[in-house]
């Protein structure tokens, strides 16, 4: 009785270090987005119970709606924009917002630039273009995007996250 008791102490010892080395392993940190609280497993009706029922719809590019609620951000008036698949499943948030002070606009992007690479580390992408520029991170739990666009009638920026389902991975270059 004694042999069978050690027996089954060890073989427990066993199993629980074998499940915690595999089975337990450290999960990587969720992505999660400064400008909202709402996270991949949040439907249409969370999204709307969050921001309100001040929104306008369009089509997504990902075959479902994108629901767009004024946003302001960093001390920017902008907009949110909740992307959905076909399948009402959160595909991209993305805050926009546009200005016609390009100073307003490299400060920001060089505010929300350092925020994220403090967090992620180095970018995986550089545009390399002075008017349009922007930056890409490539992350196991979904990329995130920071890009700006300017021309002669417009000036913006808009910041990604991406679900992992529709983020690439990093190519090499």
Known sequence: MKHLRTFFSVSLIIVLAITALTGCKKQPQAV????TEM??????????????DDYTTYESIYNGTTYEF????????GTVKYMFDDNDKL????W????????????TYN?????VEDTYGESGYDSEN???YGDVWYLENGNILLMVVTTDTQQALQYSYLNPEVSTKETEN
């Open 32 to 35: 999660k987005s400064p400008f």
């Open 91 to 94: 595909m991209c948030v993305a």
């Open 70 to 77: 004024a946003k302001n951000y960093l001390d920017q008036d």
């Open 130 to 132: 002075p008017t349009n």
């Open 111 to 115: 505010k929300i630039h350092q925020d």
């Open 96 to 107: 926009a917002f546009g200005t016609d002070d390009e100073e307003t606009l490299k400060d």
């Open 39 to 52: 996270t991949w497993e949040n439907s249409v009706e969370d999204v709307i119970a969050e921001e309100g």
